[in-house]
């Protein structure tokens, strides 16, 4: 009896610490601290359904961080613009073979690229595989102008970043010559909470 008791209480007190979420949420784990996300599915169900897969598969393990638009100059409190991670750099061969995620648009989905939304990287409507980046200030940009994609259709957000801004500002903060990150931000893990 004694036995049951303390399994009962153990199993309470383990899914105590166990949080339900309304909407999934990960963890990206890098060598300068941890980003958790939020993930919009009900207003982007392809693109998070995509995320989501390329985690429970493992490709972003060894990835990286490895571009950046900033202010040259300006503190990193103050800066705007975004980090780019994925595994483009880290394993080509397998961000080649990826199928691309049907383009889920702005327009389409009612999220705008604000301070921490997390949006997928891509070329023409349909290209985005696993590549990603977040919004450091509002960069309302993305989500339809001609100027960053000639077809106007914007890029796919389909999350925010919950926890970890200043380590997205940490990564921002790297040196860098143009875009690119001289030392790339190691990715060490995606993980669904």
Known sequence: MRLI????VSTLLLSCGHKNYDQP??????????IELELYDKKAPKTVAAFLSNIEKGLYKNGSFYRVLKEEGLESQYNSGLVQGGINRTN??????????????????GLSHTNGI???????????????FICIGDQTQFDSSRRTNPDGLGYAAFGKVIK?????????????????IIVPVRIINIEKL
């Open 5 to 8: 008791a303390i399994i009962t």
């Open 25 to 34: 949420h990960v963890i990206i784990t890098t060598n300068v601290g941890d």
């Open 164 to 180: 970890g801004m200043t380590i997205v500002r940490k990564i921002q903060a790297e040196k860098n010559n143009g875009e690119e």
């Open 92 to 109: 080509p061969e397998a961000y080649k073979a990826l199928p691309g995620i049907p383009h889920e648009s702005p327009r389409e989905t």
């Open 118 to 132: 997390i949006s997928m990287a891509r070329t023409t409507p349909g290209s985005a595989t696993s590549e990603f």
